[in-house]
């Protein structure tokens, strides 16, 4: 893997991370019930974390921009890295009533992703839920990783566990 892929990657999940605690927050703020001075505290936070958001969006489009131009075979790379990835997930074999719900995220996943190879979009957001076994590979990303590579621990989605959920649900 390209050194300029991994630096790709690490700055998406910067701002994919990001999101995240934007994510928890408003919701903290919507359900949490703060007081007064808890609910200044999580609208600073928030307002911070969306500047932050807003600055990784940028130096990702700038990234990918002068990529574009410069290396295209980078962008390639990395767009095939999680496309190869997530098309294992649709060529899963599974009886799970969730199945075809993780399917049709990973093919809609697979479809934003070729938008960023076309240059429609400058980022591309994971499903934790349904996709979280792709989600967690990815974080170890590395000048070792390879295009095509299979996913660390990935079971088929009809295994279960004791609950009788397939292993990568974590919803009751």
């Known amino acids: 893997m390209l050194s300029e892929t991994v630096r790709l990657e690490k700055l998406r999940q910067k701002i994919e991370d990001l999101r995240e605690k934007s994510g928890d927050r408003a919701n903290y703020i919507d359900y949490g019930k703060p007081n007064p001075a808890q609910l200044k505290e999580a609208e600073d936070t928030l307002k911070k974390l969306d500047v932050e958001i807003n600055a990784g969006l940028a130096e990702l489009k700038q990234l990918?921009?002068?990529l574009r131009k410069q290396q295209p075979q980078v962008i390639e790379e990395w767009v095939k890295y999680h496309v190869s990835l997530l098309e294992t997930v649709v060529a899963e074999i599974s009886t799970?009533?969730?199945?075809?719900t993780r399917k049709y995220v990973a093919k809609e996943t697979i479809g934003e992703w070729n938008k960023?190879?076309?240059?429609?979009v400058d980022y591309v957001n994971i499903n934790g839920g349904f996709l979280k076994d792709y989600k967690m590979h990815v974080r170890s990303i590395n000048e070792n990783s390879k295009v095509g590579e299979v996913i660390k621990g990935m079971k088929t989605s009809?295994?279960?566990?004791?609950k009788g959920k397939a292993w990568w649900q974590f919803w009751n």
Request: glycine share 12%; proline share 0%; aromatic share 0%.
């Open 64 to 66: 990918l921009d002068t």
């Open 116 to 120: 960023m190879l076309a240059g429609e």
């Open 96 to 100: 799970d009533r969730n199945a075809g």
């Open 158 to 162: 009809s295994q279960a566990n004791a």
